[in-house]
């Protein structure tokens, strides 16, 4: 008989065994989380600076995809909360578009003259963004709410509190200058003023994502995946201690 030569195979993961192939798997996903953070907490912090800050919020929003996409080594309720966060995230801008839309093609669709409705029109456009912006900072909440101790919770909060103060604001003291009701030597002062009250909720947000990766980086999070108790192939029973 010729000889019979035995081929060794591979083993059934690249990683060796599936709990390495999965501990393999949630290191990319954490790595995912902590660059997403490091790019939410830069994104945040140049994005109320002028004619940059158009490039920091392009950035935090490559930093909040990382964080969707790492959702899962952190557990269930994170990975629900980051599905939470983007839907009302599109929301809060479906809502702004579609208010901002509808107000303007009624102001200049009555033939009574725009005049009477310009006031009407821009308080209510306020309104809309007021309440689309609020949409829209839920998702910021929501985001890292799961990775959180109580310190960064109450910093999200703030930060959603502030930013819906400075919305209102803006209504206050902006829209009634572009209505025409309102005198012109204020609306500069308000408007640098509210730009530079919007570095308060960027750097609140900014400092929450910021514990919340140090969490990870100091292996606080996610926990460690405890061994599986063993299990004998095709139903055998394990052997214990005692056998021989």
Do not use: C
């Not at 996903?29 to 392009?58: E, H």
């Not at 969707?68 to 839907?87: D, K, M, P, S, Y």
């Not at 809502?95 to 102001?107: D, K, M, P, Y």
């Amino acid at each position: 008989m010729p000889p019979v030569f035995s081929v060794p195979q591979p083993p059934p993961y690249p990683y060796g065994s599936a709990a390495g192939y999965w501990e393999h798997h949630l290191a990319g996903k954490i790595d995912n989380t902590k660059t997403g953070l490091l790019l939410l907490v830069i994104g945040l912090a140049i994005s109320w600076i002028p004619f940059i800050g158009a490039i920091g919020g392009l950035v935090a929003l490559i930093g909040a995809l990382l964080v969707i996409l790492g959702r899962e080594a952190f557990g269930r309720e994170h990975a629900r909360n980051t599905i939470l966060a983007l839907v009302f995230f599109f929301v809060g801008i479906g809502v702004t578009v579609a208010g901002a839309l509808a107000l303007f093609f009624a102001a200049f669709s009555y033939r009574t003259g725009p005049s009477s409705l310009v006031q009407p029109t821009f308080a209510w456009l306020g309104v809309i963004t007021i309440i689309g912006g609020g949409v829209t900072g839920i998702s910021e909440v929501l985001l890292t709410y799961a990775l959180q101790l109580s310190t960064g919770r109450i910093l999200l909060w703030t930060a959603y509190a502030t930013s819906i103060a400075i919305s209102i604001v803006n209504l206050l003291f902006i829209v009634p200058f572009l209505s025409g009701t309102g005198t012109g030597l204020l609306v500069f002062p308000t408007v640098f003023l509210t730009i530079f009250l919007g570095i308060i909720p960027a750097l609140l947000y900014a400092a929450a994502y910021y514990l919340a990766r140090q969490r990870i980086v100091r292996r606080e999070i996610p926990s460690p995946i405890t061994p599986q108790p063993f299990m004998a192939p095709y139903g055998g029973i394990p052997p214990t201690s005692g056998s021989g």
